[in-house]
């Protein structure tokens, strides 16, 4: 199980999930060159520990687990681990 960033976060990008996350894994970051090409954030779905503590603070209700999203979000999924598959350089600035 892990969290995946989904469709409602398209065009906001708000980054408290980004500053909650213990472990770094949600990319790309304000100061990464893709933050101004990207549409949406990314959850690394190898590195994430299921801490849920990035669902609460999205303003825009865009965090799910995995298993519970809605139908019509489920390529989310494939489209959050292909971020990380295309940007191989991207990893948690440390490990917890």
């Keep these: 199980m892990t969290y995946v960033i989904a469709e409602p976060c398209i065009g906001t990008k708000d980054t408290a ?3 909650a ?6 990319h790309p970051k ?16 190898v590195e994430c520990i299921d801490c ?3 669902e609460p603070v999205c303003p825009v209700k865009a965090i ?10 489920k390529q989310y999924t494939e489209i959050n681990k292909q971020f990380f598959k ?9 490990k917890a």
């Design 17 to 19: 999930c980004v500053d």
């Design 21 to 26: 996350c213990p472990v770094d894994c949600i």
């Design 30 to 45: 304000k100061d990464e060159p893709a933050y101004a090409t990207e549409q949406l954030l990314y959850i690394d779905p």
């Design 52 to 54: 849920g503590a990035c």
């Design 64 to 73: 799910f687990v995995d298993d519970e999203l809605p139908a019509e979000w």
């Design 86 to 94: 295309d940007n191989p350089g991207v990893k948690p600035a440390t």
